[in-house]
């Protein structure tokens, strides 16, 4: 199974900075079927990066991805109140699909 | 707008079964497949398989076989997730998501969850 590890688990930030949230993979992920999920307390997962670096719909530009093989990256270029969250990254090109342990983005 | 909408919370004692349901409106159920992922108590998701819409496009995880079963009502757009043999260590929040017809794709909607709790 595709292990991945995501890093920091906890980033400290301030509104309008920059986040970048790291995820490494274990073997490389075909064809970049790699996503972004954010999770806030009480709530399912809202997808919002698929294929390592597009937006899904309705996700606001601030969000990036970037990466491949077995490196990738989330950015979130300005955070914003509603940004401080949890964040999973997931691979969905084997089986079974695995997620990161989560990265918490915190005020 | 596409909405996956989940039957509620159950309690079920060690040994039993529990069947989730995940209702799917705003699209085509024909031409999509469902995920069903599940989170324990502040820990990270498992995905436990995945149902597709063509007959035989199904997948179990492994650790799940023979005690996981997933079906969809194509007549009423449900799909169901049913674990058997229940333990104390299946207490978690089972979400269902959506998937694209073959499954390799990332989960764009999801149920907002049923907390299953074994005790």
Known sequence: ?107 | QVQLVQSGAEVKKPGASVKVACKASGYAISDYGFTWVRQAPGQGFEWMGWIGPDIGNIKYEQKFQGRVTMTTDTSTGTAYMELRSLRFDDTAIYFCARVDRFGFSAFDYWGQGTLVTVS
């Open chain 1, 1 to 107: 199974e595709i292990v991945l590890t995501q890093s920091p688990a906890t980033l400290s930030l301030s509104p309008g900075e920059r986040a970048t949230l790291s995820c490494r993979a274990s073997q490389g992920i075909s064809s970049n079927y790699l996503a972004w999920y954010q999770q806030k307390p009480g709530q399912a997962p809202r997808l919002l990066i698929y294929g390592a670096s597009s937006r899904a719909t309705g996700i606001p530009d601030r969000f990036s991805g970037s990466g491949s093989g077995t490196d990738f990256t989330l950015t979130i270029s300005r955070l914003e109140a509603e940004d401080f969250a949890v964040y999973y990254c997931q691979q969905y090109g084997a089986s079974p699909r695995t997620f990161g342990q989560g990265a918490k983005v915190e005020i």
